[in-house]
């Protein structure tokens, strides 16, 4: 899938998803809360768009790239979540339950739709990174 596929079903999802848990519960909760909440759901789209634009990248490059592109992007971006939730909480006094709650259940969510996005392209038999350098 395409890094402007997958950027707008993930933007699809995280509107949709966001706007039935306004529509449940977000309306009535307080404006931090409410911050918080699309904080932590921007978040967690960014982490997911910058981990399929990692893996488009490197997907057909040498094995040695490719993992050096999905593992260390996996720590990189690690860092940069960690640092924009401490930031949200300590510089823009967001609460940390509502933030957390969101950024979590949306990171799951994307976790699972990526990695099963991944699964199928594998076993519609594309090929897998590294190949090119095991035919040399």
Known sequence: MSLIRYSVLVLGIAVATFALAW???????????????AFGVVLAV???IAAHALVQWSFRRSTQTFLGAVLGGMVGRMA??????????????????PLALSLLSYFVLFLTMETSILYRRMSAGA??????DAER
């Open 127 to 132: 090929t897998p990174p590294g190949a090119e």
């Open 23 to 37: 529509a449940v519960a977000l309306r009535r909760a307080d404006v931090a809360t409410r911050w918080a909440a």
């Open 80 to 97: 940069a979540m960690l640092a924009a939730t401490v930031a949200g909480v300590l510089l823009l006094g967001l609460p940390k339950v």
């Open 46 to 48: 960014a982490n997911t």
